[in-house]
């Protein structure tokens, strides 16, 4: 029980900690996005190239080429692009993430610097570049003829929501990169089967209904789900009340785990990188 109580009282240094660096986080923050295509001509526009050339291909290709019909009475491009956008971010976020501490390896050894700043410094950076997204997002839906309402402000929720378990999920992964540097080669390839077992290109009811419940299990579908619900569909996250109720359980596993697997490992850094 004592042991219960001090690993509680731990946690709850270390949640406190973090929140008292939100200041260095998003200084840090918003430098990494710099220094990322620092010396490049184009510089931070570079950040944002890649995934509107992702979507300008998507939109050609299915709407122009293939001539995609409607999904859920809104134009496919639209409905796709409210699905894979907060991927994007999903998976930007983890990927950066996991290599904060190696990327940040000069900083172990700074007297009272808070290590476990650095892999939320790749999210505040990804968070960045998807707020742009959102917005692009946002525009593509007026330009469609859609009208703005307060169902679109839940995409905060659902950013919030994506947050909590990134933060676990960045945790528990840049801790292990550091003892295990194969385990970014592996997230890499598990983001991969993650996108396509997420429904972005598909929708759920191509499946027999026996099978929703599982594919419902992965987390990103309540994201992916929750955007479009909020562009499209207009349903407010509490009106899937076990859904929600399942997602956050999750996360806060995930985000409690990630967090004490991080502080379990960190006085060994320095001595491994």
Not at 44 to 55: D, N
Not at 134 to 162: C, E, K, R, T
Request: charged share 15%; glycine share 6%.
């Amino acid at each position: 029980m004592k042991k219960i109580i001090e690993t509680g009282k731990q946690f709850l240094i270390f949640l406190i900690d973090i929140y008292q660096s939100k200041g260095l986080i998003w200084a840090l923050g918003k430098q990494d996005l710099k220094q990322r295509f620092a010396g490049s001509f184009l510089g931070i526009v570079w950040a944002f190239i890649q995934p509107l050339v992702t979507i300008l291909i998507l939109w050609i290709l299915f709407e122009k080429g293939f001539r995609s019909k409607p999904v859920q009475n809104v134009p496919f491009i639209l409905w796709l692009s409210a699905g894979i956008i907060p991927f994007f971010f999903f998976q930007d976020a983890l990927g950066m993430g996991s290599n904060s501490i190696l990327e940040y390896r000069y900083l172990l050894n700074k007297v009272n610097f808070r290590v476990s700043v650095l892999p939320m410094v790749k999210i505040v950076a990804a968070s960045l570049i998807h707020l742009f997204f959102i917005g692009m997002l946002v525009l593509l839906f007026l330009a469609y003829g859609f009208q703005p309402d307060l169902y679109w402000l839940q995409i905060l929720y659902y950013l919030f929501s994506l947050i909590i378990f990134l933060m676990g999920a960045t945790w528990m992964a840049s801790a292990a990169v550091v003892f295990f540097r194969d385990v970014g080669q592996l997230i890499s390839i598990v983001l991969q089967f993650w996108f396509w077992l997420t429904p972005i290109f598909y929708s759920l009811n191509l499946f027999p209904e026996q099978y929703h419940k599982i594919l419902k299990l992965n987390p990103m579908y309540y994201i992916v789900n929750g955007y479009r619900e909020s562009l499209i569909d207009k349903i407010w996250f509490w009106e899937h009340v076990n859904l929600t109720i399942y997602y956050w359980i999750v996360t806060l596993i995930m985000f409690a785990f990630g967090a004490i697997f991080f502080k379990k490992l960190r006085p060994h850094f320095a001595d491994v990188v």
